[in-house]
């Protein structure tokens, strides 16, 4: 495998991980926002099919994203990703990674030899110890997101409201945040690895949507990242005064809506 198969892989691993972290946060920290303030959730019910459109469409973009990830029909999955990890071993050797630190000079940095003693350089054991840890994410999903995937999102199969609601309801949300953070603590070590030749492990990150919402700070995550924007809105919308023509818009709206509501 060369250094561009691994690196395709990389970034289109990337790409997955933020967009479902985004897209399943964005709609969470939503509904944590509305939990919190009765003021802002009457605002929001202003204009619920817009709000009841935004909560449908992330999940469903959430759930193709993983689906996308997890399945192994397509040439970009994270078990595709682990199989080039294995095959271009040697694009992370020892003066593979030296010559990535020399970026092009001539002449090596003083601190390079040190910098290499200290590195890790991944074997067979980190490729299987990875492989572990998404073999136990994939039996999340194939209970969790496969078949809500499959009969409702992208084949309407399952119509009776009850038989959706068991579909959607075969996962916990706390298993769906740890998904989403576990891809990018993935990326980000074999990112890491390859870069600085650092040994990929699994960085414990937070999860929840309350601790973050709630935190005054972000640590840049794509979870974290979302929230903290969706968190600005939410204070936006809370806080804003509308003028009376859009209240009396947004009233007409919402008796409207009222009427008639389809997810």
């Known amino acids: 495998m060369s250094r561009k198969d691994f690196l395709t892989q990389l970034d289109n691993f990337r790409h997955e991980a933020y967009v479902a972290a985004q897209y399943l946060y964005s709609e ?3 509904q944590h926002a ?18 009841l459109t935004h909560s449908a469409a992330t999940q469903a973009a959430a759930y193709l994203s993983l689906a ?11 078990d595709a990703l682990l199989n080039t990890f294995e095959a271009s071993l040697s694009l992370f050797s020892r003066e593979a990674l030296a010559e990535r630190k020399r970026d092009g000079k001539a002449k090596d940095p003083e601190w390079l ?28 999903y194939e209970r969790a997101i496969e078949p809500a995937r499959h009969k409702y999102i992208a084949h309407r199969v399952k119509v009776d409201q009850d038989e959706v609601k068991a579909l959607f309801g075969a996962g916990l949300v706390k298993e769906l ?10 990326y980000t070590a074999l990112s890491q690895q390859y870069i600085n030749g650092r040994k990929p492990i699994l960085r414990p990150l937070r999860y929840s949507v ?5 935190s005054a700070r972000s640590d840049g995550a794509p979870h974290e990242a979302i929230v903290a924007e969706t968190r600005r809105l939410m204070e936006l919308l809370e806080t804003v005064t509308p003028n009376s023509s859009i209240e009396r818009t947004s009233n007409r709206l919402r008796r409207s809506a009222a009427a008639h509501v389809e997810r």
């Open 177 to 186: 945040w740890r998904m989403v953070t576990f891809l990018y603590a993935l």
């Open 113 to 140: 030899a040190g910098y290499l003693e200290e590195a890790h350089y991944p074997t067979q054991k980190d490729v299987d110890r990875l492989r572990s840890r998404v073999a136990a994410q994939r039996v999340v």
């Open 28 to 30: 969470m920290a939503v």
């Open 34 to 51: 509305a939990s919190k303030s009765k003021k802002l959730l009457n605002r929001l019910n202003l204009t619920p099919r817009f709000w």
């Open 68 to 78: 996308r990830v997890f399945d192994k029909s397509s040439a970009y999955n994270v």
């Open 210 to 214: 309350r601790t973050i919402y709630d």
